[in-house]
Nanobody
Framework: QVQLAESGGGSVQAGGSLRLSCAAS????????MGWFRQAPGKEREGLAL???????GYADSAKGRFTISRDNAKNTVDLQMNRLKPEDTAMYFC?????????????????WGQGTQVTVSS
């Protein structure tokens, strides 16, 4: 069973950047669709970015133009580069994997989740 661990969160001022990383153990990520999500206090979990095994990427409107998802199959990691951060980006950020080579179903049906990493953006 694959296990995921996020890192790279922290506190940053508005306009700054952070790079989150998701490392896998127990199995390879190379044949899975991977996603990044976030959840702010009192709000529902929100899908941000997807990357398929073929390198296809997809983004939610809130992430387009500012966030970039990438994967390194040799390192078994998936990263999320976040630029021009805003206070409303403050949330717990999670990576997730699902049993699909392609990202069929978009942000639905992710079965494996990491514990999350906190991102706080101050104004």
């Amino acid at each position: 069973q694959v296990q995921l661990a996020e890192s790279g969160g922290g506190s940053v001022q508005a306009g700054g950047s952070l790079r989150l990383s998701c490392a896998a153990s127990g199995d390879t990520l190379s044949n899975r669709c991977m996603g990044w999500f976030r959840q702010a206090p009192g709000k529902e979990r929100e899908g941000l970015a997807l990357i398929g095994s073929d390198g296809w990427t997809g983004y939610a409107d809130s992430a387009k133009g500012r966030f970039t998802i990438s994967r390194d199959n040799a390192k078994n990691t998936v990263d999320l580069q976040m630029n021009r951060l805003k206070p409303e980006d403050t949330a717990m950020y999670f990576c997730a994997a699902k049993w699909n080579f392609y990202c069929v179903g978009g942000f639905l049906n992710f079965g494996v989740w990491g514990q999350g990493t906190q991102v706080t953006v101050s104004s």
